[in-house]
């Protein structure tokens, strides 16, 4: 039996044939790409991810091979430990003596601790904040309970720009125990990894080798305009524009340049943003020698309430135990920053970032990629951009302040869904580090 095909069905499979062809060239080319960049990975990896300096190592993020772990971005912790898990052995070293907690039969509001001294942080010595108190337990009785709150990666490095790995756990549970002994607690490991975390605050540090600089991304930042949104109680644009940082109750979302902080706290430990930063001083010495020029901006979420922690963990989907060694996972870090990182994404305005060569380009632009906007709308968002070039979104917002907020509200709404060049450059680069978890590394 004899197949008979029409014109226009050979035709229909000529065109697919040719395209079955076009589509195995294009797997065979991929196939030769990827070995070629295996190759390369290869003999990158073999030279090493760092370049040698005068004093130290100088972070290449952007090279960093697959063979380096993610990081936990856990800085601070705060953990809290019932009488039945600690012994105080050294009651003499709180301030004030440790035995009106320990034999104050049942007495509220009393508490006791130890920091770190001055001097102890000058020589490189790193030690947790510790609190004693009295807490009321079951039948109406009050037990002693200890807060231990610190920075990891200053108890494992002295310093937190270098970044601890998942791996690195059973490590800093091991150190923290040594440390506490020292200061005249008695724990373990163990009890250290299932103990309740009260507060965490997630970290990333932002290596800037490309010639930008964290203020750039500070101001952009503070475009997002967030004190009617997240609920923010207080935005603080601090130290001629280095840091800002929005608070309130619960967390506290901050960004900051973070050698220019260290500047700060060799000035006076109050006009920085950290806590002992006489332990870093050394290493603000090397960097201020650096002849590599590269910048760092510090990104935090501080999550200070373990209410506000459950809170957020259930919005985020995110099943997990509140304990030490459950929360010392990527994962959990990167979803926590990323959905703060986001929510300030979406506040701002693509109209911000938008770089056109004429107004003609600009209304051109507007028009072909937005036909859901009317012309009304179109125009109004060209001259809302006009408007930014020589004023903020606050100072704009003061200007329109006897109109409705209603209509500020529908113009920021409209701005919002206008869909400009996808070339835009914005926060992709805080979210591109946060996203692949690359230890950052400076020796």
Same mark, same amino acid.
């Given at each position: ?27 065979? $080319? ?23 300096? %005068? ?14 772990? *993610? ?24 301030? %004030? ?14 508490? $006791? ?28 009785? +009050? ?9 990891? %990666?200053?108890?494992? +490095? ?14 800093? $549970? ?97 006009? $920085? ?18 002849? @590599? ?23 985020? @989907? ?5 304990? /030490? ?26 109209? /911000? ?48 302040? *006897? ?41």
């Amino acid at each position: 039996m004899s197949l008979v095909l029409s014109f226009d069905e050979r035709k229909r499979l000529a065109t697919l044939f040719v395209l079955l062809v076009k589509v195995h060239k294009r797997v065979d $080319a991929n196939k030769k790409r990827s070995k070629k960049s295996k190759k390369a990975q290869t003999k990158h990896q073999e030279k090493g991810p760092y370049i040698r300096g %005068p004093l130290f190592f100088l972070p290449t993020p952007v090279l960093l091979g697959k063979n380096i772990s *993610h990081n936990t971005m856990i800085d601070t912790i705060i953990l809290l430990l019932t009488h039945n898990h600690f012994t105080i052995t050294k009651p003499e070293l709180f301030r %004030p003596h440790a035995g009106f907690i320990l034999k104050g039969n049942g007495i509220p509001g009393l508490y $006791a601790k130890q920091n770190p001294t001055k001097k102890e942080l000058k020589e490189g010595i790193y030690k947790p904040r510790l609190t004693l108190y009295s807490s009321l337990a079951k039948h109406n009785a +009050f037990e002693p309970c200890l807060k231990i709150e610190l920075s990891l %990666p200053k108890l494992i +490095f002295c310093n937190n720009f270098q970044e601890l790995r998942y791996k690195d756990f059973d490590s800093v $549970a091991k150190k923290l125990a040594d440390v506490l002994d020292q200061m005249g607690v008695q724990t373990n490991e163990e009890i250290l990894a299932q103990a309740p975390v009260s507060g965490i605050h997630y970290a990333k540090n932002i290596p800037l080798t490309d010639g930008t600089t964290p203020y750039h991304y500070i101001n952009k930042i503070k475009e997002a305009q967030l004190n009617r949104s997240l609920d923010v109680n207080e935005t603080n644009y601090k130290n001629d524009g280095y840091s800002y940082k929005w608070h309130c109750n619960a967390y506290e979302v901050v960004f900051y340049d973070k050698i220019k902080d260290l500047e700060q706290a060799s000035k006076s430990e109050k006009r $920085a943003l950290e806590k002992d930063n006489a332990l870093q001083a050394p290493l603000f010495k090397k960097l201020k020698k650096r002849k @590599k020029k590269f910048e760092v901006l510090r990104m935090e979420v501080r999550l200070n309430k373990r209410q506000k922690i459950k809170q957020l963990f259930a919005k985020l @989907k995110i099943k997990s135990d509140l304990t /030490f060694k459950k929360l010392f996972k990527p994962a959990i870090a990167r979803k926590v920053l990323l959905y703060y990182l986001d929510e300030l994404t979406r506040k701002r305005l693509a109209l /911000f970032d938008y770089q056109a060569n004429s107004d003609y380009e600009m209304l051109s632009h507007l028009t072909l990629n937005n036909l859901h906007l009317s012309p009304k709308q179109i125009i109004q968002q060209f001259g809302l951009k006009k408007a930014l070039e020589s004023m903020n979104l606050g100072q704009l917002r003061n200007l329109f302040a *006897h109109y409705s907020s209603r209509s500020w509200q529908r113009l920021l709404v409209d701005a919002r869904q206008a869909v400009l060049s996808k070339n835009l450059e914005g926060l992709e680069k805080i979210r591109e580090c946060v996203v692949k978890m690359k230890v950052v590394k400076l020796f």
